[in-house]
């Protein structure tokens, strides 16, 4: 087990994250005294040589850390988290769940390095190999795919490099070109991040429903990006003036279709709208899942999964999304007996191919070290997608807890507090604006905090920026009381846990790619929300000084970037 406890040691460990590993890293931070409150000694001994354990020093060992990491990665304050094994090749700060002492225990910091185990069979490695393109000539599902190289010779494609959520018959088509290594006659593609550079702002292209509620639509538009949560405004037109009441969103869209969608682009970065795709505008072609590959959607491509006793639609086009119910004229019945009859037989057909070269495919691996690759990968790809099924369902129901154990907090506050204007002194009845401040923090932790979290969540040392008291001046008595809760949720250190909070570093810009914002003596400058839903809603600004120490430093609109 080792121990970070330098600035140097830390930068290197966040190069060795983001490195190529073969065991997932699980990092354990310290409190503020040096004492852990996940037990490294506990953790290292239930993960056994599986998973490497590191512990690392709180203060400016920790800031070091998130220097090399991306945004969210890092872990501080007593918190832990395990980074798997391929965490660099897509560093996104929910592939690794932080783990805070006050909501979870070491049992769950386990189970997340041991879920993040990859066991491949081993393979001798061939003596060479070659990046070449062919041309896929049949699909058959995982394995038993079929393409000819230029010179005519026939390979199988298989999904060896592949992310275990990447399907292959998703990546490829017929008559259409792959890339990837040859060894032997396997030919393996390779996953290519997305590029949307093409995607401006109004331009039209495809996206998969991967989920409908009466709430929300999710899209996505390739599976190595997080999925778009499109809420009922983007869906229907005229909901926000009351329109369309009546149409429900599993009207609209069905789970595993192909839509169009149209490209809203912010200060927040890339959004996706279904109202006005227009289907006679051309669409922005999306990127493919392998390099040299297709587009990894088409119309009329649909991923919709039967039901018991129905059979999947024969071929359907996308319906264009333009906020009104769609509406279409069946054909008579005599046409579309024969068409269903057509149809039918052309899927037998498919069928029956599929499984003649299933079977040949098979026939030509048995009793060979293929055979039991084949298995393996199988086995591999069914564990894989059940573990992603599993972590998903973890994290919606931690967000879940996290949101209803606020909700609780802010019911028992509301509950337990008198008003909290009644309370409210004159900075006239104080001798100074310090003195008034630090009072008015006081009785807001006393009605915040109720007495069963006093001894958890005390109120730690802070600093009084020169321009917190002047900011606090144009609030009114209701804004005032917002102000000084937000005041304590940061003092007692509770705001990391409160997601209404959104809190963030503050940037030197509204782009996402700027510096963040950091003085000369090292402070660097959050930001957290004191209301929401609210016009001009105001956030509170404050400044955490090496060591830990927070200095409040405004309170400032919506729109105000100033530190």
Same mark, same amino acid.
């Given at each position: 087990?080792?121990?970070?406890?330098?600035?140097?040691?830390?930068?290197?460990?966040?190069?060795?994250?983001?490195?190529?590993?073969?065991?997932?890293?699980?990092?354990?931070?310290?409190?503020?005294?040096?004492?852990?409150?996940?037990?490294?000694?506990?953790?290292?001994?239930?993960?056994?040589?599986?998973?490497?354990?590191?512990?690392?020093?709180?203060?400016?060992?920790?800031?070091?850390?998130?220097?090399?990491?991306?945004?969210?990665?890092?872990?501080?304050?007593?918190?832990?988290?395990?980074?798997?094994?391929?965490?660099?090749?897509?560093?996104?700060?929910?592939?690794?769940?932080?783990?805070?002492?006050?909501?979870?225990?070491?049992?769950?910091?386990?189970?997340?390095?041991?879920?993040?185990?990859?066991?491949?069979?081993?393979?001798?490695?061939?003596?060479?190999?070659?990046?070449?393109?062919?041309?896929?000539?049949?699909?058959?599902?995982?394995?038993?795919?079929?393409?000819?190289?230029?010179?005519?010779?026939?390979?199988?494609?298989?999904?060896?490099?592949?992310?275990?959520?990447?399907?292959?018959?998703?990546?490829?088509?017929?008559?259409?070109?792959?890339?990837?290594?040859?060894?032997?006659?396997?030919?393996?593609?390779?996953?290519?991040?997305?590029?949307?550079?093409?995607?401006?702002?109004?331009?039209?292209?495809?996206?998969?429903?991967?989920?409908?509620?009466?709430?929300?639509?999710?899209?996505?538009?390739?599976?190595?990006?997080?999925?778009?949560?499109?809420?009922?405004?983007?869906?229907?037109?005229?909901?926000?003036?009351?329109?369309?009441?009546?149409?429900?969103?599993?009207?609209?869209?069905?789970?595993?279709?192909?839509?169009?969608?149209?490209?809203?682009?912010?200060?927040?970065?890339?959004?996706?709208?279904?109202?006005?795709?227009?289907?006679?505008?051309?669409?922005?072609?999306?990127?493919?899942?392998?390099?040299?590959?297709?587009?990894?959607?088409?119309?009329?491509?649909?991923?919709?999964?039967?039901?018991?006793?129905?059979?999947?639609?024969?071929?359907?086009?996308?319906?264009?999304?333009?906020?009104?119910?769609?509406?279409?004229?069946?054909?008579?019945?005599?046409?579309?007996?024969?068409?269903?009859?057509?149809?039918?037989?052309?899927?037998?057909?498919?069928?029956?191919?599929?499984?003649?070269?299933?079977?040949?495919?098979?026939?030509?691996?048995?009793?060979?070290?293929?055979?039991?690759?084949?298995?393996?990968?199988?086995?591999?790809?069914?564990?894989?997608?059940?573990?992603?099924?599993?972590?998903?369902?973890?994290?919606?129901?931690?967000?879940?807890?996290?949101?209803?154990?606020?909700?609780? !907090?802010?019911? $028992? #506050? &509301?509950? /337990? *507090?008198? %008003? +909290?204007?009644?309370? @409210?002194?004159?900075?006239?009845?104080? =001798?100074?604006?310090?003195?008034?401040?630090?009072?008015?923090?006081?009785?807001?932790?006393?009605?915040?905090?109720?007495?069963?979290?006093?001894?958890?969540?005390?109120?730690?040392?802070?600093?009084?920026?020169?321009?917190?008291?002047?900011?606090?001046?144009?609030?009114?008595?209701?804004?005032?009381?917002?102000?000084?809760?937000?005041?304590?949720?940061?003092?007692?250190?509770?705001?990391?846990?409160?997601?209404?909070?959104?809190?963030?570093?503050?940037?030197?810009?509204?782009?996402?790619?700027?510096?963040?914002?950091?003085?000369?003596?090292?402070? !660097?400058?959050? $930001? #957290? &929300?004191? /209301? *929401?839903? %609210? +016009?001009?809603?105001? @956030?509170?600004?404050?400044?955490?000084? =090496?060591?830990?120490?927070?200095?409040?430093?405004?309170?400032?609109?919506?729109?105000?970037?100033?530190?």
């Amino acid at each position: 087990m080792r121990h970070i406890d330098s600035p140097m040691a830390a930068a290197e460990l966040g190069h060795e994250i983001l490195s190529v590993r073969q065991r997932p890293l699980v990092l354990i931070s310290s409190a503020s005294d040096s004492t852990y409150a996940f037990d490294p000694v506990r953790v290292a001994h239930e993960i056994g040589d599986v998973a490497d354990v590191v512990t690392i020093e709180t203060g400016e060992v920790t800031y070091a850390l998130e220097r090399v990491l991306p945004e969210k990665a890092h872990v501080f304050g007593g918190a832990a988290r395990s980074y798997p094994p391929d965490f660099g090749d897509a560093p996104d700060w929910w592939r690794s769940v932080l783990r805070f002492p006050e909501r979870h225990d070491a049992s769950e910091l386990v189970d997340d390095a041991l879920a993040q185990v990859t066991t491949m069979p081993e393979v001798r490695e061939p003596d060479r190999r070659a990046w070449v393109t062919a041309t896929v000539e049949l699909i058959s599902g995982a394995t038993g795919n079929v393409a000819r190289l230029s010179s005519g010779t026939r390979v199988m494609v298989n999904a060896d490099l592949l992310p275990p959520h990447i399907r292959l018959e998703d990546a490829l088509v017929v008559g259409a070109s792959v890339e990837g290594w040859l060894a032997g006659r396997d030919l393996s593609p390779e996953a290519v991040e997305p590029d949307f550079g093409d995607f401006t702002d109004g331009a039209i292209t495809l996206a998969r429903v991967m989920k409908v509620t009466d709430h929300r639509v999710n899209l996505s538009l390739h599976p190595l990006v997080p999925e778009f949560a499109l809420r009922r405004r983007d869906v229907v037109a005229g909901a926000d003036a009351g329109e369309n009441a009546e149409v429900r969103l599993t009207d609209m869209v069905r789970m595993g279709e192909t839509v169009r969608a149209r490209v809203c682009r912010g200060a927040t970065g890339l959004a996706l709208s279904l109202i006005d795709a227009d289907g006679s505008t051309v669409i922005v072609e999306p990127p493919p899942l392998v390099r040299g590959g297709a587009a990894w959607l088409r119309e009329g491509d649909h991923a919709f999964a039967a039901e018991d006793g129905e059979e999947e639609p024969a071929e359907e086009q996308v319906t264009p999304a333009t906020g009104a119910v769609p509406q279409s004229a069946p054909p008579t019945h005599a046409v579309a007996g024969q068409l269903e009859g057509e149809v039918k037989g052309l899927r037998a057909d498919v069928t029956e191919l599929r499984g003649a070269l299933a079977r040949l495919a098979r026939d030509l691996r048995v009793g060979t070290d293929l055979e039991t690759l084949d298995r393996l990968r199988d086995e591999a790809a069914q564990l894989s997608s059940e573990l992603h099924r599993e972590r998903g369902r973890r994290e919606e129901g931690g967000r879940m807890v996290a949101r209803l154990t606020q909700e609780l !907090r802010e019911a $028992r #506050a &509301s509950r /337990e *507090s008198p %008003a +909290p204007t009644s309370a @409210r002194t004159s900075p006239e009845d104080w =001798p100074d604006a310090e003195g008034w401040i630090r009072h008015e923090v006081s009785s807001a932790w006393a009605t915040r905090v109720t007495a069963s979290e006093k001894s958890r969540y005390p109120v730690r040392d802070y600093r009084i920026g020169p321009t917190f008291a002047s900011s606090l001046e144009i609030l009114d008595a209701a804004q005032f009381a917002k102000a000084m809760r937000a005041v304590v949720d940061v003092v007692t250190g509770r705001v990391v846990d409160i997601p209404g909070r959104e809190l963030h570093r503050l940037r030197q810009g509204t782009g996402g790619d700027e510096p963040y914002v950091v003085r000369a003596d090292g402070a !660097r400058c959050w $930001r #957290a &929300s004191i /209301e *929401s839903n %609210a +016009p001009s809603a105001r @956030r509170l600004h404050y400044w955490e000084l =090496p060591g830990g120490v927070v200095e409040l430093s405004r309170v400032v609109l919506h729109d105000d970037f100033r530190a």
